[in-house]
């Protein structure tokens, strides 16, 4: 299932890590288009890339792999300015 767990880190990019710790804040693709100014469609596509890279088959397992492969809880990172507005 986590076919990352017996690979090194994967280069991440800046971007991949904000849709990484929306993910993990439980954002869908349109909320976390909204927070970063991009198309629901381009998150698909970063989700995609994340998914190949960490080595799982689906999107909730990203934060999961994530932190298994890096080490790094990705809602340890302040979401408070990217989370605004969300109505929560």
């Avoid at 880190?9 to 869908?28: M, W």
């Avoid at 469609?41 to 960490?54: M, P, S």
């Amino acid at each position: 299932m986590y076919e990352a767990l017996t690979k090194t880190a994967p280069a991440i990019t800046d971007r991949q890590r904000q849709v990484v710790e929306l993910i993990a804040a439980g954002l869908s693709n349109d909320e976390i288009g909204e927070q970063l100014g991009i198309s629901p469609r381009t998150v698909k596509a970063h989700c995609d890339v994340l998914r190949q890279k960490l080595g799982v088959s689906r999107r909730r397992q990203i934060p999961v792999a994530y932190r298994l492969l890096t080490g790094l809880d990705p809602l340890s990172k302040s979401l408070g300015p990217t989370l605004q507005g969300r109505g929560d």
